[in-house]
């Protein structure tokens, strides 16, 4: 369902094409799948595309239907179904915070809230110098350590809002994270959003002795 | 409760060990003799024992794990073994410390269960959001192919398997196991109509069995110790051991493995220390929000295994326990939990589509100070027209935070009409 959660869409940002070297790393995601389902590399490649440009553009969508043979409905049916492919150019950080009950009741609301106020954008924003984007998400699954919210997709619990908030505005002056629960420091959004496209995962060695 | 308690742990016995997280480690405190067991044994011996073993699927449902490895027909091929790592469930934190601290045990279970079932090629479907818990798959992914123990000819028994990881982004929904297939296909995660079941045609329809993290990391152990070694821990009828996620308002929230059969209270007011900061407990719900009924203090003494929560009106679901304090509304974390339903439908139905977006707009209309006494009925009529008539478990469950709360609270929803708003704090 498409609801304020996703934030607003929006299709006049002019980008450039998708690269060579998207359609290098393109090639070997599709072979990671097995030859006749080159569609199982959609989400990837739209992981891909987010990497180069921020987001997920119209322009991508289409040139990722060529590539895998799909009309730019089939590939913007998907693209627009799963919350973690943007639609709006995001900031370096994307700041996600979770508002289910269990972070809610140890300071996740207040957190969020604190956020709006202190950044003056509201969920679903980026802020002016595009350093900072909010969302709301739901559970994260790491209740143990309420309140949860991830810059990046790492993982940041336990932390005051005061401290959190801080931590987050200091990345407008162009501050790093510092590394977050896992030990693990956050690239920005585009580098990371390369991450998920799993070019870093092992391929298949023994498919082509099965039948 | 004693003081004394102390956890089972099986699949969690890794996890502070330093260094277990990488295939030496794993190794030398035991990892993959189960596999080059089952390498020894043949495919329908490994599918007995699990089935004599009783091991039930982890992810929510509590199906025979051995019985949905048997209905693999053998005649078809290929054949796909695809793990469910698409943990969201609300309050539920169990696989994602699988994968983090353990990756290898969940490893050696899949490749144990794709030799059982006859497929040379195993997915995971690891949530999107879980980027560190996928850093830690890929790394032991590339040990275990560098080491042999995936790739061709494993561990030079003439069996090839590849592992391939494939992330989800962002979509609740893709736990439903067939709505988790669509996903790797490339589509919307929306679910499929079954029959047909995905054990014949599931995966690029072909058979494939899909299980959770927390399944395929019970697979080891029991190949190592046997069926009856499993059957010591827990119930007759729910076998083994069981993470239980403790969170909210308590004093040690935190994964906790236990014996199935061990009390909520022990669970509560033991392990976790009990409600925070000396408050009194008003609900907790015994297997995450869609738990299909919340519990009041009266039912802190309920068994958690598979039958006795239901017995007592429940649904054991994935083990997540989450305690609400005294001062906690229970209207507002219905809303909380309703919005997560309404926002998580993947709008291929309607009664789940439209009857969670109902809900939530009559939720929040007591929030904030609009509800009305004929609004609980109107809740209780839209919630019967989502269960049973939705497409998947999704909007079955979505009704819970909703029936669960008028029941139990419905004075809570008449203070909020009284006063014209929230009375609580929190």
Not at chain 2, 50 to 73: D, N, Y
Not at chain 2, 116 to 132: D, K, L, N, Q
Not at chain 2, 243 to 266: H, K, M, Q, W
Not at chain 2, 276 to 288: E, I, N, R, V
Request: hydrophobic share 35%.
């Amino acid at each position: 369902m498409d609801t304020s959660l996703m934030g607003k869409s929006r299709t006049d940002s002019e980008v450039p094409p998708l690269t060579e070297e998207f359609h290098r790393a393109a090639k070997q995601i599709i072979a990671r799948y097995p030859s006749a389902q080159s569609r199982s590399a959609l989400l990837p490649l739209l992981y891909l595309a987010q990497s180069e440009h921020g987001f997920v553009s119209p322009q991508a969508m289409r040139e990722i239907g060529s590539l895998l043979g799909l009309s730019r409905a089939e590939v913007g049916a998907v693209a627009t179904f799963y919350t973690m492919f943007k639609r709006d150019p995001q900031g370096r950080w994307l700041v996600s915070v979770c508002t289910q009950p269990s972070c809610a009741l140890a300071g996740g609301r207040a957190l969020l809230e604190r956020l709006q106020e202190t950044l003056g954008i509201a969920t679903g924003e980026t802020t002016e110098d595009r350093a900072i984007s909010i969302e709301e998400v739901e559970c994260l699954c790491a209740c143990d350590g309420a309140p949860v919210f991830q810059i990046n997709y790492e993982n940041y619990e336990r932390m005051s809002v005061d401290s959190a908030a801080e931590m987050i505005g200091s990345l407008r002056g162009g501050a790093t994270p510092p590394a977050g629960a896992r030990g693990g420091v956050p690239e920005e959004f585009k580098p990371v959003s390369r991450r998920m496209a799993g070019l870093t995962s092992p391929m298949p060695r023994a498919r082509e002795t099965v039948e | 409760v004693t003081t004394t308690l102390q956890e089972t742990k099986v699949i969690s016995a890794r996890f502070d060990v330093e260094g277990a997280d990488r295939f030496e480690g794993y190794v030398a405190n035991g990892g993959y003799e189960a596999l080059k067991k089952a390498l020894s044994m043949s495919p329908d011996e490994v599918v007995d024992l699990i089935k004599t073993s009783g091991l039930r699927g982890r992810g929510g449902a509590g199906f025979p794990t051995g019985t949905k490895w048997s209905f693999i027909p053998k005649d078809i091929r290929p054949s796909y073994l695809v793990c469910n790592a698409d943990e969201g469930e609300p309050g539920t934190f169990k696989d994602r410390e699988l994968m983090e601290r353990d990756p290898h045990q969940m490893i050696e279970g899949m490749a144990i269960g794709a030799y059982a079932i006859g497929s040379h090629e195993m997915y995971v479907f690891c949530r999107g959001e879980f980027a560190y818990a996928a850093r830690q798959l890929e790394r032991a992914a590339a040990e275990a192919y560098e080491r042999g123990y995936l790739g061709k000819n494993i561990v030079g028994s003439g069996y090839d398997l590849d592992f391939i990881i494939h992330r989800g982004a962002g979509a609740y929904i893709c736990g439903e196991e067939t709505a988790l297939l669509e996903a790797i296909e490339g589509r919307r995660g929306q679910p499929r109509l079954r029959p047909p079941f995905p054990a014949t045609h599931g995966l690029f329809a072909k058979p494939t069995v899909v299980n959770n993290v927390e399944t395929f990391a019970c697979v080891p152990h029991i190949v190592t110790n046997g069926a009856d070694w499993f059957k010591g821990y827990g119930t007759e009828k729910s076998p083994g051991t069981k993470i239980f996620c403790l969170s909210g308002d308590v004093e040690r929230p935190g994964n906790y493995e236990v014996p199935f059969g061990t009390t909520a209270r022990e669970l509560i007011e033991g392990f976790a220390g009990g409600v925070k900061d000396g408050k009194k407990l008003k609900a907790f719900t015994p297997g995450g929000a869609s738990s299909t009924q919340f519990f009041g203090p009266d039912k802190i003494d309920v068994e958690m295994d598979w039958e006795a929560v239901q017995a007592a009106g429940s649904l054991l679901g994935t083990g997540a326990i989450i305690v609400f304090a005294e001062d906690v509304c229970m209207v507002r974390a219905a809303l909380r939990y309703t919005r997560f339903y309404a926002h998580e439908s993947c709008g291929k139905c309607t009664p789940c589509r439209e009857g969670t977006y109902w809900m939530e707009n009559t939720l929040r209309r007591f929030e904030e100070g609009h509800g009305r006494e004929e609004d609980l009925q109107i809740m209780n009529d839209v919630a019967g027209n989502i269960i049973g008539r939705s497409f998947c478990a999704l909007g079955d469950f979505s009704i819970a935070p909703v029936t669960s709360t008028i029941k139990l609270f419905s004075d809570e929803y008449r203070a909020h009409i009284t006063k014209g708003g929230c009375p609580f704090e929190r």
